[in-house]
């Protein structure tokens, strides 16, 4: 099959360097690999979004010339096929709605298991929709960081694929659309690592194709925090791209050429000895803080 790779954001603000390196890595994997590199807009949490922030995502990637192969896809079109999969689910009792609240769990660390709902259900109020999840080991190699594994139930526990508002969780549309898009490989932040096993779980559920994995170093601001959740998240400035790009670059452990005259330029040049067995696993703090500061 021909490499298709895609960047997902969400979009709960506009582009910032931390999301930069994901979507760099992720074209420069699909680059390297003479595949396609997709767009799809996470747009499935309402209440989370920030107004024009798609828009102003989809305008800074070309910019800094991360320009993709096809149409952006829109999660929030897709309701039908989300849909279809649960319902998929439901059928072979695999789903059940779920009335408890966080403070409900903390005594068992969080975590709901078995299908044991510690509360019952209240009249009038939906509930959430939980799939069961097994005592299963899920394995996976992942490109980057190597041998993984977690057993469902006991790191996870019974997790939520429909909110109490009727939104469909990550884990559920995040599988249904790398199938639909004919995902091969997906390349994103480590944060979502832990999330993988459980997306494994719903593609064998599902009958869709399992894609390979790699998972790239996070950018962290200087309290360790993941920069979309920090102050320090400033947008990189489409004006202005080559200082954020090379720090990008560099972040992933390249090589960057300083006299590039534009983006597409450097980028050709560092796809040029790129290798995605040759990123860094934990990425280089020195071009973190660079990149942050010049966003």
């Keep these: 099959m021909t490499y298709r790779g895609r960047f997902a954001p969400s979009p709960t603000g506009c582009l910032h360097f931390g999301s930069l390196v994901a979507a760099v890595g992720s074209w420069l994997c699909a680059r390297h690999a003479g ?5 799809r807009m996470e747009d499935i949490d309402p209440p989370r979004e920030v107004a024009g922030a798609a828009a102003d995502m989809l305008a800074t990637l070309p910019a800094f010339g991360l320009t993709a192969d096809a149409t952006p896809l829109f999660q929030s079109t897709r309701q039908p096929a989300y849909d279809a ?7 072979t009792g695999l789903v059940f ?6 403070s409900d769990l903390a005594a068992s660390g969080g975590l ?3 299908g044991r ?3 019952s259900p209240i009249e009038g109020r939906a509930p959430a929709w939980r799939l069961r999840a097994p005592d299963l080991d899920i394995h996976f190699e992942d490109a980057l960081q190597g041998s993984q594994r977690q057993n469902l139930r006991e790191s996870v526990g019974d997790f939520v694929i429909r909110r109490v508002e009727g939104f469909y969780a990550y884990q559920l549309a995040c599988v249904v659309d790398d199938a639909f898009q004919d995902v091969t490989e997906v390349v994103r932040g480590s944060d979502l690592l832990d999330a993988t096993p459980r997306q494994i779980h719903l593609q064998r559920l599902l009958g869709l194709p399992t894609p390979g994995y790699l998972h790239l170093p996070l950018v962290l601001d200087a309290q360790g925090r993941k920069l979309s959740k920090s102050d320090a998240a400033h947008p990189v400035d489409p004006a202005n791209p080559l200082p954020a790009l090379r720090s990008a670059l560099s972040f992933l452990g390249l090589t960057v050429e300083s006299d590039a005259s534009d983006p597409a ?10 290798d995605p067995a040759h990123l860094s696993r934990c990425g280089n703090r020195r071009a973190a803080i660079a990149g942050i500061s010049e966003s």
């Design 35 to 39: 595949g396609q590199w997709l767009l």
């Design 85 to 91: 999969a649960f319902e998929q689910l439901r059928a």
């Design 97 to 102: 709605p779920c009335w408890c609240s966080r």
């Design 112 to 114: 709901h298991r078995d």
């Design 117 to 119: 709902c510690v509360a």
């Design 265 to 274: 330029e450097l980028l050709d040049r560092a796809l040029v000895d790129f």
